[in-house]
């Protein structure tokens, strides 16, 4: 993957967090934002993403330890709000070729609402 993508210049998700591109939000605070999935694979697909660009979980610092552990506690927070917590739900971070990572700047994908087959395709 040529690394232009992983630009925040080019970044589509730096786009939502700036209001260039069009989202359906769902949480937002100083640090993240939450935004329903425009390709929805599950009755609830939810994005939760860091505002600061960072290009895939590899990248991630040890000074980033809060924020990533604060993008599962909004998700937990939504999976409350969506009614999908006692049903159940799956958190996922996909990372490069192998996982299919398209957009290269995190995003914790938040699935529920169905039975959700393990292993993953
Ligand atoms: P990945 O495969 O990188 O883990 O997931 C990227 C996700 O972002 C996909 O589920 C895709 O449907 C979603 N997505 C891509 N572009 C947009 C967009 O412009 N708006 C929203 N809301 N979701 C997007
Ligand atoms: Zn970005």
Redesign the pocket.
């Given at each position: 993957m040529s690394k232009l993508f992983h630009d925040e210049r080019v970044c589509?998700f730096c786009k939502?967090v700036n209001g260039e591109?069009p989202?359906?939000k769902v949480y937002e605070d100083n640090d993240l934002l939450a935004?329903?999935?425009?390709?929805p694979?599950a009755p609830v697909h939810i994005?939760i993403i860091p505002k600061k660009h960072i290009p895939t979980v590899l990248e991630a610092q040890e000074s980033d330890a809060r924020l990533l552990g604060k993008m599962v506690l909004v998700a937990n927070k939504i999976a409350q709000d969506e009614r999908i917590a006692e049903s159940g739900f799956r958190l996922v971070f996909?990372c490069n070729r192998d996982a299919?990572?398209?957009?290269f700047h995190i995003?914790l994908?938040l699935l529920g609402g169905r039975q959700l087959g393990w292993p993953p395709g």
């Open positions: 589509i939502i591109i989202s359906q935004f329903k999935d425009i390709q694979k994005l996909n299919g990572q398209a957009v995003h994908h």
